[in-house]
T-cell receptor, first 117, second 111 residues
Framework: DTEVTQTPKHLVMGMTNKKSLKCEQHMGHRAMYWYKQKAKKPPELMFVYSYEKLSINESVPSRFSPECPNSSLLNLHLHALQPEDSALYLC????????????????FGQGTRLTVV | QQPVQSPQAVILREGEDAVINCSSSKALYSVHWYRQKHGEAPVFLMILLKGGEQKGHEKISASFNEKKQQSSLYLTASQLSYSGTYFCGTVGNTGGFKTIFGAGTRLFVKA
């Protein structure tokens, strides 16, 4: 199984809503990531978890709250988002921990297309 | 800091070759190349870890000049399936081994 599965595929939410994005992998990867991608732009790193611990937070606003319940799951909790947060949210995973990110490929999920209204 | 990719876009006829360049202003630990088709997730192509390392996969290969902090992706005898946006991702020697993606190169191969 070389898949990273993200749910939901599409999400429309109001600015006062609370929602969560989910990501799952069963490849035994110890690093998991959240990226944000706007149209015609590259993926932009948000968070990195290494061995289930948050190791990198790229100064992401607190309305985005990541959670790693176990080594296979990664969540992104959303609250009080703004319309400019509308984007494709990609989850990825790779072998190894923090250093491993530099040495091994990242497997990306298909993403959640988020629209904030 | 975001690596710089060039060109921004390229149009090829099937069978033609292309080179995509990626350069960084800081020392690099590794360079990653990904291709993303419209509406899909980025897909891994290759990683280059050592200075001067060249890797190849079918008709796609890449080189990494550690001294110049540059990498190039070579696509030979392009196929229609090569169309997409190519991103280089650089991992620096400092700053937590995180991958920073370049702005991307849009490649369109026509019959």
């Amino acid at each position: 199984d070389t898949e990273v599965t993200q749910t939901p595929k599409h999400l429309v939410m109001g600015m006062t809503n609370k929602k969560s994005l989910k990501c799952e992998q069963h490849m035994g990867h110890r690093a998991m990531y959240w990226y944000k991608q706007k149209a015609k732009k590259p993926p932009e790193l948000m968070f990195v978890y290494s061995y289930e611990k948050l190791s990198i937070n790229e100064s992401v606003p607190s309305r985005f709250s990541p959670e790693c319940p176990n080594s296979s799951l990664l969540n992104l909790h959303l609250h009080a988002l703004q319309p400019e947060d509308s984007a494709l949210y990609l989850c990825a995973s790779s072998q190894g921990g923090l250093v491993g990110q530099g040495e091994t490929e990242a497997f990306f999920g298909q993403g959640t297309r988020l629209t904030v209204v | 800091q975001q690596p710089v990719q060039s060109p921004q876009a390229v149009i090829l006829r099937e069978g033609e070759d292309a080179v995509i360049n990626c350069s960084s202003s800081k020392a690099l630990y590794s360079v990653h190349w990904y291709r993303q088709k419209h509406g899909e997730a980025p897909v891994f192509l290759m990683i280059l870890l050592k200075g001067g390392e060249q890797k190849g996969h079918e008709k796609i290969s890449a080189s990494f000049n550690e001294k110049k902090q540059q990498s190039s992706l070579y696509l030979t005898a392009s196929q229609l399936s090569y169309s997409g946006t190519y991103f280089c991702g650089t991992v620096g020697n400092t700053g937590g081994f995180k991958t920073i993606f370049g702005a991307g190169t849009r490649l369109f191969v026509k019959a």
